[in-house]
């Protein structure tokens, strides 16, 4: 085996492979001629990819590598790390996007010539679009004087022996390149090494990058010139629609050149400007002078070691010095300083900030002199951390001679309205609604932003002018004098109530007529009386006995990618409608992606945990949708089984105790050893149009209290918000 070849782990045999992680782990078991572990650990050790290439093709079990597949595992098994392997391949797709004859010519020669020939090439390469290799900070001065000077150029030309490793890895990069592009080669490679290693970056998702480019790119003044002090992997910066220059830096060297060589592959030379820098912003700001149309960032959070003892006197915290917990203020006023006159900033912040009283007096100058425009409160799940509901400060840079806005706008998504009938989609990062977040967000602050652009809004006694186009729960335009108290807290939640429950006296009235008919409907399906029988005896048989007899079909939910709803557990055991969705398919993956299992009419679906005794028959509105997790599937067979005279012995409690397990802390149903009579399929429809009843009677229970909750609970809103008097 050649010294430092590429490594492989089990998950990347198993790609290479297209087949699942255990069958690697049982091939290592069964063949003895498997290759040996040259790396990692005992639990999860590597391989040399060449000797799995040749073993798995004496097996038959691989044709031919993919070739993204083979630039990754090249990639990923680079001795100097996968890092600096992405960084050089970067470097060799911007050569190949801007001068493919050149690299033709380079390419024609051996591999320690290339790098040479390589080394030299990307030099000017690199200074031609990003400018100067660095500048060093003027001995003797201080921070504050000499802001500005302690930068790096993101991204350095690789030496000649770094580049001698890289040779094969950068042939097959532009091998790739020509089937796929070289911007889309980056990014696979770029988005397999953020799936990797997930917990080493903090990523801007794709939607919510998108929200923030469209906040400074409303109005007829659409930003060209933007900035992100903060930039992580470039994504916000990715998301500006036809910038004429973007300006980045970034305290992590290696996030900064990726972050480079992505935007730059994004972007044609002539159509944008492009400089990106590696260094501490807040303490070595790499454009002290740059006045921009637009900032955009998503600062780190809760820093404490940012800078709050040096910079003391500098003259960027205009609005007040930040204490030593609020270094997202002091990001603000960064992003404030950096805009031109009228210029607009977006920034993603801890709820937090919004509230903490360290940070009152810079909140309340932000307020009196126009500079903060409008709080959004996003769902959980936006962005990292997940499991709170972050927000977005949008600030526009106060003109001399202007008179401050008294007012600002307050939005909040974070707990979007559901109907009263539905049953609220759970959070997380997967389930953002960004359609509908954009939405919200959007129509609040476009018609706010074009009115204070026009100079309309506010009347002569500085009261607001836009309460019209309020919306209850969602969105208010409120008089800063009304903020200005001693919390001068900005939370949405605090200043927007969620709207009333019953939406109103109109919508209170619709409400109680549907309770009424409800009602009726309740009372008309209540079972007559039981007659009383002595107990039958029939012969029994299981489910797991049916399925080997072919009289009905097993199938477990839970995978699969694609678009489409989800049938969730949440769903069977509310009788509501699927509210969930798919995963897309990773782009990484080289094999088909897998199929959900989908639901047809007259499927039975039952919860795996829960031990709780419900049976969910599908109908014709429900059909078309995944199975989802810790959901089992019985698809009988209509010849030999009613599907409601299933489901309703499958709810029987003592037939439920029967097949559930207590080994751990859940209970866990065994649906293979749920019992059933054997009947005659005419007996067996008899008894399932009963359970069909009982069925529908218990929807309508449902229904009557769901709306009952809503009726009472809007009388109760209504009664304390004076939408209602008592009668």
Request: hydrophobic share 40%.
């Amino acid at each position: 085996m050649p010294e430092n070849s590429t490594e492989v782990t089990a998950a990347g045999i198993a790609r290479l492979a297209g087949v699942g992680r255990a069958a690697v782990s049982n091939w290592r078991r069964r063949h003895a001629d498997f290759p040996k572990p040259v790396g990692g650990t005992e639990t999860s050790p590597s391989f040399a990819l060449p000797e799995v290439e040749q073993w798995l093709r004496a097996q038959g079990k691989l044709a031919e590598v993919p070739l993204r597949e083979r630039v990754w595992q090249q990639l990923a098994g680079h001795p100097a790390g996968a890092v600096p392997a992405l960084v050089h391949t970067g470097c060799a797709l911007l050569y190949v996007r801007d001068r493919p004859t050149a690299w033709l010519e380079i390419t024609a020669v051996s591999d320690e010539r290339m790098a040479e020939v390589l080394h030299l090439a990307l030099g000017d390469l690199l200074t031609a679009r990003f400018g100067p290799a660095a500048a060093d900070p003027t001995p003797g001065t201080s921070p504050q004087a000499d802001r500005g000077t302690g930068w790096v150029r993101a991204v350095r030309a690789p030496g000649r022996d770094e580049l001698l490793s890289s040779v094969p890895l950068l042939r097959a990069a532009a091998e790739l390149a020509a089937e796929t592009g070289a911007h889309q080669a980056f990014e696979f490679l770029l988005g397999r090494q953020l799936d990797a290693n997930p917990r080493q970056f903090t990523l801007t998702p794709p939607g919510l990058a998108e929200l923030m480019a469209a906040l400074v790119g409303t109005g007829s003044r659409p930003a060209r010139t933007v900035l992100d002090p903060a930039t992580g992997t470039g994504a916000l910066l990715r998301a500006v629609s036809r910038p004429s220059a973007l300006y980045a830096q970034d305290a992590d060297p290696d996030l900064a050149a990726l972050s480079a060589l992505r935007l730059a592959l994004n972007s044609a030379p002539e159509s944008c400007t492009l400089a990106v820098r590696a260094g501490d912003t807040l303490r070595a700001d790499a454009f002290p002078q740059l006045a921009v149309d637009a900032v955009l960032c998503h600062p780190p959070f809760n820093e404490r070691n940012w800078g709050h003892d040096e910079l003391a006197y500098d003259p960027r915290w205009e609005y007040g010095f930040p204490a030593r917990t609020e270094s997202e203020l002091a990001w603000v006023q960064h992003a404030l300083a950096h805009l031109r006159e009228g210029g607009t900033a977006v920034l993603l912040m801890p709820p937090a900030a919004a509230s903490r009283r360290s940070g009152r007096r810079i909140r309340a100058d932000l307020l009196r002199r126009g500079a903060l425009r409008a709080v959004v409160a996003l769902p959980a799940g936006a962005a990292p951390p997940y499991g709170i509901p972050l927000h977005l400060w949008v600030l526009r840079k106060p003109g001399a001679g202007v008179r401050p806005s008294p007012e600002l706008l307050l939005v909040d998504t974070s707990e979007p309205a559901e109907p009263a009938t539905a049953t609220p989609a759970p959070g997380g990062r997967d389930r953002v609604d960004w359609q509908a977040v954009h939405s919200a967000v959007l129509d609040a602050w476009e018609p706010f932003d074009r009115a204070e652009r026009n100079g309309a809004g506010a009347g002569p006694d500085g009261a607001a002018g836009r309460t019209g186009r309020d919306r209850p729960g969602v969105s208010r335009v409120l008089p800063v004098i009304e903020l200005l108290d001693d919390d001068v807290d900005l939370a949405p939640a605090r200043h927007l109530p969620p709207p009333t429950a019953g939406g109103g006296p109109a919508e209170l009235t619709h409400v109680r007529s549907r309770l009424t008919d409800t009602l009726r409907r309740t009372a008309a399906l209540t079972p007559s009386p039981a007659d009383p029988s002595d107990p039958a005896r029939w012969p029994l048989t299981t489910v797991g006995e049916l399925a080997r007899a072919g009289a009905l079909q097993l199938r477990t939910g839970g995978s699969g990618t694609g678009q489409g709803p989800v049938l969730t557990e949440h769903d069977v055991l509310g009788s509501t409608a699927p509210s969930g969705t798919l995963p897309a398919a990773p782009a990484t993956t080289d094999g088909p992606p897998e199929e959900p299992v989908l639901v047809e009419p007259g499927d039975v679906v039952v919860p795996v945990l829960g031990g709780g005794t419900v049976a969910r028959v599908i109908d014709e509105a429900t059909a078309g949708a995944a199975l989802g997790r810790n959901l089992q599937l019985l698809r009988p067979d209509p010849a030999a089984l009613d599907p409601w005279f299933l489901a309703g012995f499958l709810r029987g409690t003592a037939n439920n105790r029967q097949a559930s397990s207590y080994a751990s802390t859940a209970t866990r149903l065994d649906a293979r050893r749920l019992q059933l009579p054997r009947l005659p399929l005419a007996e067996q429809q008899r008894y399932g149009a009963q359970f069909r009843a009982l069925a529908a009677f218990e929807d309508a229970l449902r229904l009557a209290g769901r709306l009952g909750g809503q009726l009472v609970q809007g009388m109760y809103d209504g009664l304390t918000d004076g939408t209602v008097t008592p009668k």
